[in-house]
């Protein structure tokens, strides 16, 4: 597969094209097909073929003058030309690699000459939007994923496990799909029954939006200026502790815990976080895991040093 505006534009002009027939929507809306022999000329692919070489010139004018401001625009003018290229025959390599910048969940697909976000949770704050140009998603920070959402009643974006880790494993951050489930079933989301169907079915939002916290929370994406707590996002999961196991499945509730703590174990602010939540009259509240500890363990802790105090 051509990943370059280079290599893209060498294949438009030297491969036969043909119209395409539009596909499944969740997959590809392609307008044009390759052919192995001589087909009727679609004029489309040699418009984009005259198109690749003007963005090569004009990249090329961009890197020339060296500055950072340039370089990011021939990198974005080029992105954005790879994006159109692959709408324009079926593919969605590269925009599936890309979080929304607004919700930060890998559900982006290229419908009609943008990249659209389909998780239903995605609502863009004030400024943001679930469309993108892919010159605009080219230039565009990687999105903030909010936290965990669930569905309620009966979404139609039901598919099973197994399509949904697919689906995932496009944007390039594969997750195995018992992971999948695991994490499913620590954040309490719901799950259907259809007749007709094996397993049960999941939301695919539902499972973009946990698969995009948990790997923020995983490998400590930055945001904004600092580094980002790796609870954030997570507050479902940091707030079912031990006080609450008697009211929920005992399992379920040490295994949240584990997780919780082995989150905070790999968290840059876990000394400061500590800290404050041992602190006397500490606001970190009586619930929840802070600083690796739970509330009962962080109880005990205040007690001990308030003894040895006196
Ligand atoms: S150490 Fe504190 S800030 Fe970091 S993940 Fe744990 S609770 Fe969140």
Redesign the pocket.
């Known amino acids: 597969m051509p990943a370059s505006v280079e290599q893209w534009t060498a294949a438009l002009e030297q491969t036969y094209w043909t119209t395409g027939r539009r596909t499944d929507p969740l997959t590809a809306s392609r307008t044009a097909t390759r052919t192995e022999g001589s087909a009727p000329v679609n004029t489309s692919v040699l418009d984009k073929a005259h198109e690749g070489r003007q963005v090569l010139a004009r990249a090329e004018r961009l890197t020339r003058e060296g500055t950072p401001l340039a370089v990011r625009e021939a990198a974005a003018i080029r992105d954005a030309f790879v994006m159109e290229t692959e709408e324009l025959t079926g593919h969605t390599e590269t925009v599936r690699t890309r979080s929304c910048p607004a919700c930060g969940c890998f559900t982006l697909l290229p419908v009609k000459g943008r990249a659209q976000c389909i998780n239903r949770h995605c609502a863009p704050r004030p400024g943001l939007r679930r469309r993108w140009t892919y010159r605009d998603l080219a230039q565009a920070k990687p999105g903030t994923p909010r936290g965990v959402q669930r569905s309620t009643g009966y979404p139609a974006d039901l598919r099973s496990m197994s399509f949904i880790a697919d689906f995932l494993a496009q944007s390039g951050h594969a997750v195995p799909q018992a992971t999948l489930t695991r994490w499913a079933k620590l954040h309490n989301l719901p799950s259907h029954k259809v007749d007709g169907e094996r397993a049960h079915l999941y939301s695919l939002s539902d499972i973009a939006t946990v698969h995009a916290a948990q790997l923020a929370?995983r490998e400590g994406q930055l945001c904004g200026d600092g580094a980002r707590?790796?609870?954030?996002g997570l507050a479902d999961l940091?707030y079912n502790t031990d006080d609450q196991a008697g009211a929920m499945d005992q399992s379920l509730a040490r295994r949240r815990i584990e997780v919780?703590k082995d989150?905070?174990s790999e968290?840059?602010?876990?000394d400061p976080?500590?800290a404050a939540?041992l602190k006397p009259n500490s606001k970190h509240g009586q619930h929840?895991?802070?600083?690796?500890l739970t509330a009962r363990e962080r109880r005990d802790i205040k007690d001990r040093t308030g003894r040895n105090a006196r």
């Open positions: 929370a707590p790796a609870c954030s940091f919780a989150l905070c968290c840059p602010f876990i976080c500590r939540a929840g895991v802070a600083g690796g």
